[in-house]
């Protein structure tokens, strides 16, 4: 079942109403109809719902929920179950951060963390902060590239992407995250994807290392990839380096191969640790 974001909280009957791009939405891609069910997100709650209403004229639809919290009860938000994972990306030209956002959104990331690099052209940085008064600013196209992903692919993970910065206050975050972790005994494992194999291991010995894990972190290069000297610091701060013997990737390919090998290698992990 396709899911549908929303802005509106469901009113006291549990209807909610669409209108706008919505209706567009719902009605031109989603191509749905009177009676069909979708699944609602909002504000961190997942929804069943049923399409009761359309009013082509007014461009308006209402939607039941299917299910009601009892009378001095309220809706309970999402859990999301397994390990949290992050994106530090070293920010590449905006066409293809964008396409690394949109990736990493339906990959389920839930931060992630441009950095500003030794390679990352001039100005790049700059344009994931312009805002235009007729709201077609970058900051805008990202967060309407992040809803359309999480409709596409059904996430529930609402993904945040911060403000552009050095790779010593991104590590500063992440390190930061960790320490909140540990405090929990709460695991994580950190890897930085490298075109060298120097002193690199395989995602396998990273992950092996660690164990089962609550927190993954993933940095990645932009075109040119990452310095000696930033994967040097990287390395001081608790970061594997994994080298792939595959082909040369794009740095857009790189990011998503990079995320999609270590969810799967933390999942394999698991299914290990329950055959022992």
Not at 3 to 28: A, M
Not at 162 to 180: F, G, R
Not at 234 to 254: K, P, S, V, Y
Not at 259 to 272: F, I, N, P
Request: charged share 30%; with cysteine.
């Amino acid at each position: 079942m396709r899911q549908f974001i929303v802005d509106s909280k469901p009113d006291s009957k549990g209807l909610i109403t669409i209108g706008g791009k919505d209706f567009k939405y719902i009605r031109q891609v989603l191509r749905l109809s009177v009676g069909d069910m979708i699944k609602v997100f909002s504000e961190g709650i997942c929804y069943d719902a049923t399409i009761c209403t359309i009013e082509e004229n007014k461009k308006k639809i209402i939607l039941q929920l299917c299910d009601l919290p009892q009378a001095g009860e309220s809706f309970e938000k999402t859990k999301i179950e397994g390990p949290e994972f992050y994106l530090l990306q070293f920010i590449p030209k905006p066409q293809k951060m964008e396409l690394i956002i949109r990736q990493a959104v339906e990959c389920g990331v839930s931060t992630i963390i441009p950095v500003i690099g030794e390679f990352t052209q001039k100005g790049s940085e700059t344009s994931l902060l312009q805002k235009k008064s007729s709201g077609t600013g970058r900051q805008e196209r990202i967060e309407r590239i992040i809803r359309e992903a999480m409709q596409q692919s059904g996430s529930l993970i609402e993904t945040k992407v911060l403000e552009p910065m050095s790779l010593e206050n991104a590590l500063k975050i992440v390190l930061q995250k960790v320490e909140d972790l540990e405090k929990e005994n709460k695991k994580s494992v950190l890897v930085s994807l490298y075109e060298r194999n120097e002193n690199s291991l395989t995602m396998h010995e990273a992950v092996a290392k660690v164990g089962e894990i609550d927190l993954g972190v993933v940095a990645v290069g932009c075109e040119g990839g990452i310095s000696p000297t930033e994967i040097k610091l990287l390395n001081e701060n608790g970061f594997n380096t994994i080298h792939f013997d595959i082909n040369i990737l794009r740095c857009e390919t790189a990011s998503l191969y990079g995320v999609a090998s270590l969810q799967t290698t933390v999942l394999e992990s698991k299914k290990w640790k329950l055959k022992e």
